[in-house]
């Protein structure tokens, strides 16, 4: 899954976290990558709903999360975050079976 979005006027966002706690409740850890604007939402803070706040802090647990340059934000640091490059996300993408963006 790639986050693209700030998420917070944005409900999509909020949607793709929520597929993301299912499919790790089914044993299926997604790849979450955060570049452009999508980068805010890791930021403490920028999730004001509890609920969606879980959904990222769960998917940070359980399987990490990526970022593309992610020195462009102070990441919050509650939250496992690997930096990737462009080429990286590419590599990631072929091994893929499906790939989301919101």
Do not use: H
């Not at 986050?3 to 909020?14: N, P, Y």
């Amino acid at each position: 899954m790639v986050v693209f979005s700030r998420g917070v006027e944005d409900s999509r966002v909020e949607e793709g976290l929520r597929l993301v706690a299912a499919m790790l409740g089914m044993d299926q850890p997604p790849a979450v990558v955060f570049m452009d604007e999508g980068l805010g939402i890791l930021t403490e803070g920028a999730l004001e709903d509890p609920l969606t706040r879980e959904y990222l802090t769960t998917a940070s647990d359980m399987a990490g999360l990526y970022a593309i340059d992610a020195t462009s934000v102070e990441v919050d640091p509650g939250l496992d975050v690997t930096p990737l490059t462009i080429d990286e996300l590419a590599k990631m993408m072929e091994e893929c079976k499906a790939v989301v963006a919101y």
